[in-house]
Nanobody, 123 residues
Framework: QVQLAESGGGLVQAGGSLRLSCAAS????????MGWFRQAPGKEREFVSA????????YYADSVKGRFTISRDNAKNTVYLQMNRLKPEDTAVYYC????????????????WGQGTQVTVSS
């Protein structure tokens, strides 16, 4: 059983930056592919970014490519999402999740989820 806890959300002006962190406990972190997803009010949860077990491979939604960077520190059991040049449309609750697959963009393929952290980008 893996527990995930996100932090780092908040209110930021358009063009600003935030760094989200997700701390994992209760499992062997390096055996899980990790992903970030987000859900805006009235919308379905959507894929943002994923990183493979060792961090060698990373994947991004087209909407965030070039602005967001995912990384992980297996020694600290933590995955990060650096978000730059934020836009109002990035406003959502951001969730980190763990999958036993090397990586995935599919919500249903993630087994463990954090409670989410709110990111609000003002225009």
């Amino acid at each position: 059983q893996v527990q995930l806890a996100e932090s780092g959300g908040g209110l930021v002006q358009a063009g600003g930056s935030l760094r989200l962190s997700c701390a994992a406990s209760g499992g062997t972190f390096s055996r899980y592919g990790m992903g970030w997803f987000r859900q805006a009010p009235g919308k379905e949860r959507e894929f943002v970014s994923a990183i493979s077990w060792t961090g060698l491979y990373t994947y991004y939604a087209d909407s965030v490519k070039g602005r967001f960077t995912i990384s992980r520190d297996n020694a600290k059991n933590t995955v990060y999402l650096q978000m730059n040049r934020l836009k109002p449309e990035d406003t959502a609750v951001y969730y980190c999740a763990a999958t036993s697959r090397a990586w995935s963009v599919v919500v249903a393929e993630y087994t463990y989820w954090g409670q989410g952290t709110q990111v609000t980008v003002s225009s």
